[in-house]
Structure formats: structure tokens, C-alpha cells
């Protein structure tokens, strides 16, 4: 890096050429996958996703805040979620088992984060061609039964997009939020406005579609019902925390920490919540299907009437949106593997940064791998596998969280939550086990269809596994070259620390 823009860096490589806004754009990505999972869960579960969307989103706002606690005191850490693992962890299990935490919750985040990518072009490139009316083309399915089939035009649409979208990503930090600003404003307003506009619409919301939050007609609950429900749901009810990916490329990342990561997990409460109320209450019986584009479009002939536009007013909305959410899997969990590389624990091909600042590699690499996933055609069977890791991470963060705050009580904190916050925070954690191990298990059966397996479950937690090996690879190497080994010292910790738990 040239010394013109050595006052733009961390001390990692990444520059710092952002403010809260930046994160809180580009974290949008998060909150707009809700144009995906509230239509699923509706369909699947009826007026009861309003609750199990609802209370699982809550909890995400929890995990902002706890993430914007830890963000403010290491503002030298990139990548969000993972990154702030091997510091919470520390005190309790010292240096070298606490940078294996971060490595395997780094590893992990990437297969939780990636997979957008695949998932939103994937509908992208359906709802372009229904939109343009294009042929569909004949169809492939590579995977067999692990997958679905995916048309030829469908998979060229996917590959171009994904292709395309690395060009801002690569381009830096500055060009990145420029793009996701107005990928949000664009397709954010809109779907903000479809919220409010039954209010204000006599005789188009019926409270009586919500009472008793009742499941579709011949659905029958049971905890495996409802847990196998809330492995997906929380893929995507909790993603507002992605705004935290960012805060170490911030300019004054201790006091953009807060206002970004609170103001997403806000907005995120809203949107997350308030969609699947107004799809049940305007829509009640005749949700019918789980197809984002189709249910969005019914939900506006409801509100405007079966006029030619409506497709066109939702469909391109729709399509910003999921550009937006393909744009941040690309850059934001880049820079979790390349905060892991940094730390010593993943191969360092993946910490190497280009000459604009932005970890290239790992980018080009979350790229590659988004093409082959896209071979899996649909987008529920790549959520079971994604989530395996993905709720692995967000839970992890939590538990970290609370083994922090309950042995370091004293060390300064920029932005400091009320001290009982911490055993909510560790309730979530087990709660999100629950989930985890019990709903990841039945949710192929419960979601994908009643004959799967749980081999995609299992194959989330194998790919999972591929940390250790490549560890090993990077542990080899620093052998072979011990003087480009990475520093593994503590990053300085704003303030200092005390053995006492906190109170």
C-alpha cells in the first residue's frame, strides 16, 4: 500500500474509507432477504411465521447490539460476527484454543454468508425472465436428488450476474457502499412502502387472517414442525448483523459501531415483522404460493388492482433487492476468511488485499464457489446447508459475548450495554442450539419436502469440518516460511482488563 494512503488503513490492510451509513447500506442486505424467506414461511406455516419470524428477529436485534459492544472495543477487526470470536473467547479459554474459535466461526460465517449469492441470483435470474417473458431453455440437474433442476437460461443469467457484481466489489470499500446505496434506496422504498400502504387502503387488511397465528389448512404442528421451521427462518431474520462486516473499514469505528449496527437491527425489526403481518393480513386464504415474485405481485393487485404495471412496480424492487444481497455475500464475508488468514488460521492466499484496499482473492473466491452452488438450483435445499454454519456463528458470537462481559467487566468499553443484557444473550445462545441441532436435523423433511433426508444438514456440518484441513495447510506453511508467519499477539484491547466477573 502506497504511504498517500497510509492514513486510510488498518493495521490489517483494509482501508478505512467508510462511515456508519456505508455499513448500514450494505447491511441492508441482510433485512432485504426477508423478500425471500416471508413468503416461504407464510406458505409453509401460515400466520404462525408471524410469531416464529417475530421473536427470532428480536433476538437479532440483540445480536446487533451485543456485536456494536464489541465492534467499539476492537475496532481492528474486519469481518464482523467471526472476527470478534478469538478476543471474546480468550479469557476463558486463553490464546491458541480462542484463535481455533475464530478460525472455525470464520469458516463457518463464509458458508452461512456465500451461499446468498447463488440463492439471489438464482431468483433474479427467474424473475428477469418471467418479467421479459425469455425462454426458459432446457434444463440440467447435476446435483440429482441433492438438487433441482435449473434451466439453461436461468444458470447463464446467474453466472453473468455474479460475474458482473465482483467488478464494485473489487474496486474498493468507496465504490462498494456508492453501489449498495443506491441498490437500497432503489428497492427499499418500495418494499418499505407496500408495509404501509394497507393501512391506508380501507377493507384491504383483515385483522381476522392474524387471530390465533393459525397454520395453513391441513398442517398440523409439532416441535420438530416448528423447529425445522426456524432453522431457515433464522438464515434470514438475523442477517441484519452483516452492517458489522464493515465497521472495522469505518473511518471512526468505535462511534459508527453503534449508530449502524442499532439502526439496521431496527429497521430490521420492522421489516422482518411487520411483511409477514400484512401477507396474511391482506392476502389470509389465498396464500398459495412461496414464490417471492407471484406472492409479491398478488399482494399488490390486492392493494392496486390486476393492472398490467403491478408486475413491472414489484418485479424490479424485487430484482435491486436481490442484487443488493448478492453484492454484500461477495464482499462481506470476503473479509471474515480474510480476517481468519490475518489471524493466522485459514491459508494466506486469503489475506492477500489488491492494490484498492479489499481482500480480492477471498471475494473472487466466494464468486467461484457461488457458481458451482448455483448447479443446486434451489434455493431451500442451499439454506439447509448454509445455516448449518450460519446460525453455528451467530450463536457462537453470543456465547462470546457473555464469556467477555461476565470475566472482563472492567475493560473499557466505548459503547457499553446494561449488564443484564449478557444473560439474555447467553438464553439466545441456547435457545439457537436448540434450533440448531433439532430444527437443522428436521428441517430437510419439514421444508424441502417429506421424503429428504437430513443429508443436508450433515453435509453443512462437513463442509464445516474443511477448517480443520485447511489449517493445517496454513500451519504447514508458516513452517516452511517461519518468518512470514503471521503475528498471533493479542490485539490491544481498548482500556484494561480485571479477572472479577461482572456483577
Not at 460465517?109 to 417473458?133: C, D, H, K, Q, R
Not at 441498490?183 to 400502504?197: H, K, N, R
Request: aromatic share 14%; hydrophobic share 50%.
Amino acid at each position: 500500500m502506497d504511504s498517500a494512503n497510509s492514513n486510510d488503513a488498518l493495521g490489517t490492510g483494509l482501508r478505512q474509507q467508510t462511515n456508519w451509513w456505508g455499513a448500514f447500506v450494505i447491511g441492508l442486505a441482510g433485512t432485504i432477504l426477508v423478500t425471500g424467506i416471508a413468503p416461504l414461511a407464510v406458505a409453509g406455516m401460515g400466520a404462525s411465521a408471524v410469531f416464529y419470524m417475530g421473536i427470532n428477529t428480536v433476538f437479532g436485534l440483540i445480536l446487533c447490539l451485543c456485536l456494536a459492544e464489541m465492534a467499539a472495543m476492537w475496532p481492528d477487526r474486519a469481518g464482523g460476527v467471526p472476527s470478534y470470536a478469538a478476543e471474546s473467547f480468550r479469557p476463558l479459554v486463553g490464546d491458541r484454543a480462542a484463535r481455533h474459535i475464530g478460525g472455525f466461526s470464520g469458516w463457518s460465517y463464509w458458508l452461512g454468508w456465500f451461499p446468498v449469492a447463488p440463492i439471489n441470483m438464482i431468483l433474479t435470474a427467474s424473475y428477469v425472465t418471467s418479467l421479459l417473458e425469455l425462454p426458459q431453455g432446457k434444463s440440467i440437474d447435476p446435483f440429482g436428488s441433492v438438487g433441482a433442476p435449473v434451466t439453461y437460461t436461468v444458470l447463464t443469467i446467474s453466472l453473468v450476474g455474479l460475474a458482473l457484481l465482483y467488478i464494485p466489489c473489487h474496486f474498493g470499500i468507496r465504490l462498494g457502499a456508492g453501489f449498495a446505496t443506491v441498490l437500497g434506496v432503489l428497492s427499499m422504498l418500495p418494499l418499505t412502502a407496500l408495509v404501509f400502504l394497507p393501512f391506508f387502503k380501507a377493507g384491504s387488511f383483515d385483522i381476522h387472517n392474524l387471530i390465533g397465528l393459525h397454520l395453513p389448512a391441513g398442517v398440523t404442528g409439532s416441535p420438530a414442525f416448528y423447529f425445522g421451521w426456524m432453522f431457515p427462518i433464522t438464515w434470514n431474520v438475523i442477517a441484519m448483523e452483516a452492517a458489522a462486516c464493515y465497521i472495522g473499514e469505518c473511518r471512526q469505528p468505535a462511534r459508527d459501531a453503534k449508530i449502524a449496527m442499532t439502526a439496521e437491527g431496527i429497521y430490521g425489526v420492522f421489516i422482518y415483522v411487520m411483511t409477514p403481518i400484512v401477507f396474511v393480513g391482506v392476502l389470509g386464504a389465498a396464500l398459495s404460493t412461496a414464490d417471492p415474485l407471484t406472492l409479491y405481485t398478488d399482494f399488490a393487485r390486492h392493494l392496486f388492482g390486476a393492472t398490467s404495471w403491478v408486475k413491472w412496480f414489484i418485479g424490479i424492487p424485487l430484482i435491486l433487492a436481490l442484487l443488493l444481497s448478492v453484492l454484500n455475500a461477495i464482499m462481506g464475508v470476503g473479509r471474515s476468511i480474510y480476517q481468519a488468514s490475518e489471524d493466522g488460521m485459514l491459508p494466506r492466499w486469503f489475506q492477500r488485499t489488491n492494490r484498492h484496499g479489499v481482500p480480492g482473492r477471498a471475494m473472487a473466491f466466494n464468486v467461484v464457489c457461488s457458481m458451482i452452488v448455483v448447479l443446486f438450483g434451489s434455493p431451500a435445499r442451499i439454506y439447509i446447508f448454509s445455516n448449518a454454519g450460519y446460525l453455528f456463528a451467530c450463536a457462537l458470537a453470543l456465547a462470546g459475548y457473555f464469556v467477555h462481559r461476565q470475566l472482563r467487566p472492567d475493560v473499557e468499553r466505548p459503547y457499553r450495554l446494561p449488564g443484564f443484557v449478557r444473560w439474555i444473550a447467553l438464553a439466545i445462545f441456547a435457545f439457537w442450539m436448540v434450533v440448531y441441532w433439532y430444527g437443522g436435523f428436521n428441517a430437510p423433511h419439514i421444508v424441502v419436502g417429506p421424503n429428504e433426508s437430513p443429508f443436508l444438514f450433515l453435509l453443512g456440518l462437513a463442509i464445516m469440518c474443511a477448517y480443520f484441513p485447511l489449517y493445517w495447510w496454513r500451519a504447514a506453511s508458516d513452517r516452511r516460511n517461519p518468518g512470514r508467519a503471521t503475528s498471533t499477539s493479542t490485539p490491544q484491547t481498548v482500556g484494561v482488563a480485571t479477572k472479577g466477573p461482572e456483577e
